[in-house]
Every structure is written in C-alpha cells, then in structure tokens.
C-alpha cells in the first residue's frame, strides 16, 4: 500500500468506536478536534493509546485523527488503541508478529453484564430470608 494516501480503521471496546484515520506526519494525534493531551488527560491513557505505535518504533512517523463516540473516556482508549494498532497493519503486514505478541489486535470483547428481571442488578440479589 503506498503511504502517501490516508490509512482508515475502525476499533471497538464496550461501547465505544472509535475511527483513526493515519497519514505519514510528524506525530501529531488530534482526538475529536482536540489534542491528544487535552481530550485524555492523564499519561496512563496517553501512554495506553500510543502502545501500538511504541511497540512497532514509529511514535513519530505519523499524525492521527481520530473520531470516537459512546462509552467512558477508558473504553475509547482501548477503541483507539485498537483502531491504531489495525491501521499500521493495513500499512505493514510484517508488523502483524510484534502486534499480536503484545495483544494489540484482540478485541476485548467484555461488556456490561445484563440487569435480569426480579433482582436487583446482573448478579446481586435481594437478601434471602428463610422466615
């Protein structure tokens, strides 16, 4: 693929998507109009969301834009880390090994358990009395 063009992907987790769209750069990540460090905070999100790019040694080849919706500010960090890590795969092929050593192409599929009907939550239930 040639690198001149944009490079999109989409990532997943709980209920957030996010949408990263990759072009050669100097390392610019603007997330929803934002940068980075405004729209997550804190370094564990940022140090989370920059993994796949560390992992494969290209942290400053290119600039992101990302587009992501619906969940908490954790599960968009895991959706863009997976949109990121499916789009240097989309670019490289051979970083498919170092990628999927470091987990970063599983979705993680967990989500909020279901309230179930005549109790309280998930798996709570109301208090047991035997008389």
């Keep these: 693929m040639s690198t ?3 490079i999109t992907a989409t ?7 996010a949408r990263v769209h990759m072009r050669p750069g100097s390392g610019t990540i603007t997330v929803n109009h ?8 804190t370094v564990a999100l940022q140090n989370n969301l920059l993994e796949p ?5 290209q942290p400053n080849d290119w600039d992101l834009t990302v587009t992501t919706n619906g969940g908490g500010v954790t599960g968009q960090v895991g959706a ?6 499916r789009a240097l795969l989309k670019n490289n092929e051979e970083l498919r090994a170092t ?5 970063l192409l599983t979705r993680d599929s967990r989500k909020k358990e279901r309230k179930k009907a005549g109790q309280p939550g998930a798996r709570k239930r109301f208090q ?3 008389r």
């Excluded at 990532?11 to 998507?17: E, H, N, P, S």
């Excluded at 934002?34 to 905070?41: A, C, G, I, R, Y």
């Excluded at 863009?80 to 890590?85: D, E, G, P, Q």
């Excluded at 990628?99 to 987990?103: A, I, M, N, S, T």
């Design 80 to 85: 863009v880390r997976l949109a990121i890590a």
């Design 34 to 41: 934002k940068p980075m460090e405004e729209f997550f905070p």
């Design 128 to 130: 047991f009395s035997k």
């Design 99 to 103: 990628l999927r050593e470091h987990g």
């Design 4 to 6: 001149a063009e944009s």
């Design 11 to 17: 990532g997943r987790r709980k209920t957030a998507v």
């Design 53 to 57: 790019l560390q992992v494969t040694q």
